[in-house]
């Protein structure tokens, strides 16, 4: 199993010895591109988005204690869990514009989105045959939307603008009646099956071919996907206790060649890229991974979150990559289907960051020493460019000189070149190969990072 350990947000060891490397050329070749992209927009968006809470962790009585904090408390279990499985009946993200939300990524600099088709709730953005818990069903209102079909619409503006598609879907299905019996009402929920998979395999057997369809349904019906996100990383194995993910994947893979499937925490070739959640990796781990972490404090709406600031998120996304990683960024749409303004402002001006410095973010790999003090590199694919980039601290404001530390691996520079303005930066080299950066009185400073290319 992998160990992952978040000390803190943003800190993480991680041991990933047994990752099972993909021997798939088709694969190998969609994880470069996947490498390049380094930056995805995750949205989670569902039934829970329109009351503002916890998305469907608040259904399982075992997890209560964390997830239905903000239920109000004289509410009894089983009245709830039917309230929130009635959501569907409101659901009517009348403002929901996919050409808003895929602009919005490519605004803020996004390669990619990774979308949840259907989280653990059960309840599908997209017109699966499979249920009828779904946008698409009359029994909710948005039905009669010309946009019903959330997946089809986002995933066909997204790949119009040259954005990659990941499908987020939940392997746990908490609506499914070969799941949890009577929808969780009236028993004690955990995230697991109601009963002993064992003691009832043909049962177990539908939920398989159930979600089977599901996934080879977003395969063909919502393709090109180029990857599939597989949530609920507590049923796995493989066998007649399992969901047959290896066999389902390779049936996706003739479908969609080089189709790259994360079935997290798994260790079986089934997890192409390793996905820490909430945290950063302590230093390089030389596999393809990606990092999903919440612009605000939670994945799905919240109505008073707090977002983190656009300094944070830049130095985040440094630190990502300067580390060999993805960066999945997610925000939670609102109940009526727009972007939350201060998401919006962020995404922005993440987007003009990038802009002027993104030769030092996409495509890259990475160059050690990786972090030193406030400076984080990378290097182009090909070695030929080395970027160093500086992370300014809030309020760091008279900046004349700056010290780029002594690094072997980097050899001494002979021209520094600031990547935004094209300036290059004189210098003065110190006896222990650090050199001390002088900038010009002139000299524009960005208000959280700047990027350099080092020349040797
Ligand atoms: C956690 C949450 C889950 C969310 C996922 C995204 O596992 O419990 O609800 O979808 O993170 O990474």
Redesign the pocket.
């Known amino acids: 199993m992998i160990a992952l350990a978040c000390a803190a947000l943003f800190a993480a060891s991680l041991d990933v010895s047994h990752y099972v490397e993909n021997k798939d050329p088709a694969v190998r070749a969609s994880l470069e591109t996947f490498r390049d992209r380094k930056l995805g927009l995750m949205m989670?968006f569902g039934l829970y988005s329109q009351a503002g809470i916890i998305?469907?962790?608040p259904l399982v009585d075992d997890d209560a204690h964390w997830s239905r904090r903000e239920i109000e408390r004289d509410v009894p279990a089983d009245a709830f869990k039917r309230g929130y499985y009635a959501l569907n009946k409101s659901f009517n993200p009348v403002r929901y514009r996919p050409e808003a939300w895929a602009d919005a990524a490519v605004r803020g600099g996004f390669k990619y989105v990774v979308f949840t088709t259907k989280?653990?709730d059960g309840f599908c953005l997209h017109d699966t045959k499979f249920t009828d818990y779904k946008t698409t069903d009359p029994s909710c209102p948005f039905s009669s939307n010309p946009r019903a079909d959330v997946v089809k619409t986002l995933f066909d503006a997204c790949r119009a603008r040259g954005l990659g598609v990941t499908a987020y879907f939940s392997k746990a299905d908490w609506h499914h009646p070969d799941y949890w019996d009577n929808r969780g009402v009236g028993i004690r929920t955990t995230r697991n099956p109601s009963f002993e998979i064992e003691s009832d395999l043909p049962r177990w057997k539908r939920f398989q071919d159930f979600t089977r369809n599901q996934i080879l349904e977003l395969v063909r019906n919502y393709g090109p996907i180029d990857a599939l996100w597989l949530?609920g990383g507590w049923i796995h194995g493989e066998g007649p206790k399992s969901l047959n993910l290896h066999d389902v994947v390779a049936e996706a893979r003739r479908t969609t060649p080089g189709l790259i499937a994360i079935d997290r925490w798994q260790c079986t070739d089934c997890e192409d890229v390793i996905t820490p959640?909430q945290c950063v990796p302590d230093e390089p781990i030389g596999v393809p991974w990606e990092s999903?972490i919440t612009l605000a404090d939670h994945?799905g709406y919240h109505y008073d979150d707090c977002y983190k600031s656009a300094r944070e998120v830049i130095h985040l996304l440094v630190d990502v990559v300067a580390k060999g990683g993805n960066l999945a960024l997610n925000v939670g749409p609102m109940p009526d289907g727009r972007l939350p303004h201060p998401a919006v402002e962020r995404l922005e001006r993440l987007g003009d960051w990038l802009g002027k410095n993104g030769a030092a973010i996409y495509g890259t790999r990475v160059q050690a020493p990786y972090k030193s003090g406030p400076w984080a590199f990378t290097r182009s694919k090909d070695g030929k460019r080395v970027f160093a980039i500086c992370l300014w601290k809030a309020g760091e404001r008279e900046l004349r000189t700056q010290l780029l530390p002594a690094a072997k691996e980097l050899g001494a520079p002979k021209r520094v070149v600031h990547l935004a303005s094209g300036k290059e930066i004189p210098f003065a080299a110190r006896a222990d190969g650090g050199v001390v950066l002088a900038f010009p009185a002139d000299f524009a400073r960005d208000e959280c990072a700047d990027a350099f290319e080092i020349f040797r």
Request: proline fraction near 0%; aromatic fraction near 20%; include cysteine.
């Open positions: 989670h998305e469907s962790w989280h653990h949530d959640e999903c994945w």
